[in-house]
């Protein structure tokens, strides 16, 4: 008989980064797993069709998603008790579960509790970001409040970085399980554009710091250089549609329209990174960041920001401070461009393989 284990997922199963990492593992161990999921957003997405034709059930818990800044924030702290309360009775009406595997940061904790009460075995908190624990006073109890719970509750915490489990865990005992890719999607592939093409991918917001990237691209063509700024992503908020709108505001004042293009989301990455000739990356903080990876797998030389965790360079990482002009940035690349055209290099990312990575689960799993 099938082991049966519960995701909690902090949004759906949009395409992203914490989704994206749970369906290469239910594609790697549905053969020997039965996966269902808690969505903290109910509206239907990317991977439900896809999560649905293995075999898991999706729990969709609807959460508040307004335009109330105000109001989110007062949500953020109340919708707690909702959440563990819709937990323990889907654990309770659906179970026995062997294993809860939590992705929904500090709420992990009130998951994690749940879990217990209803008597699965192998409890998991699992870190995606970097956290900035600071902010108002009731904040900081509610940081302090839930990671108690979290080490109460959880009888493994892994991270997908050194700098992931240090943010949400505050301590060393952990275990750092990288992001997988498939490398059979992202090889090698060889660039024949002569023209200078960076590409960023993810979703819009402040934290992705697209508009660096523009004001990067903007210093480049003030030097008669053809180049284009290729964005793939999608908003997922009230605040994400307006940082969006912010940026193409800036398009138009600055007149960058025509070397500008914006792809969807949902567009193929492997394919959109085979047609750049770079990867520019200035998050402001990043758990990890399996874009940079997907991108050497291709063969980019990636332009990151120096807040994303240096596990991530498999030789064709470039990191740069934000706190550097934009110059500095647009200099670097230049001069990468100048002497190479943008070639693809080979680059050697079978650590983060889904086989390799495969490994590390099945043994949290207890399923070795």
Known sequence: MKKKILFICYNNLEKGGIQNILMNIVRSLS??????????????????????????????????????????????????????????????????????????????????????????????????????????????IYFKSYRKLIHKYATQLIGCSVQACKSLFLCNDVNVIPNSIDLSKFQYRPYNNENLKLIQIGTFSENKNQMFSLQVLKEIVSRNINATLVFVGRTNSHHSQMYFEKLNMFIRENKLNEYIIFLPGESDVSSCLAESSYLIFPSIKEGFGIVPIEAQGVGLRCFLSDSVPRELDCGGCVFLS?????????????????????????????????????????KIYGIE
């Open 31 to 140: 053969d020997i797993v039965t996966f269902d999921i808690v969505c903290l957003d109910a509206r239907k997405a990317f991977y439900d069709n896809e999560f649905e034709k293995y075999g898991g059930k999706i729990f969709r818990l609807g959460k508040y998603d307004g335009n109330s800044t105000k109001h989110a924030r007062l949500d953020y702290y109340i919708r707690g008790n909702y959440l563990y309360r819709n937990v323990k009775k889907i654990l309770k009406n659906n179970g026995p579960y062997e294993c809860i595997h939590c992705n929904n940061a500090l709420e992990s904790g009130l998951c994690l509790k749940a879990a217990y009460e209803c008597g699965v075995p192998i409890r998991i908190a699992h870190s995606h970001t970097v956290f900035d624990g600071s902010g108002n006073v009731l904040r900081r």
């Open 322 to 362: 934000l706190g550097d002009d934009v110059k500095k940035w647009a200099d670097v690349i230049i001069k990468d461009y100048c002497n190479t055209r943008g070639v693809h290099n080979r680059y050697d990312c079978s650590r983060y393989s889904i086989e390799t990575i495969m490994k590390e689960y099945r």
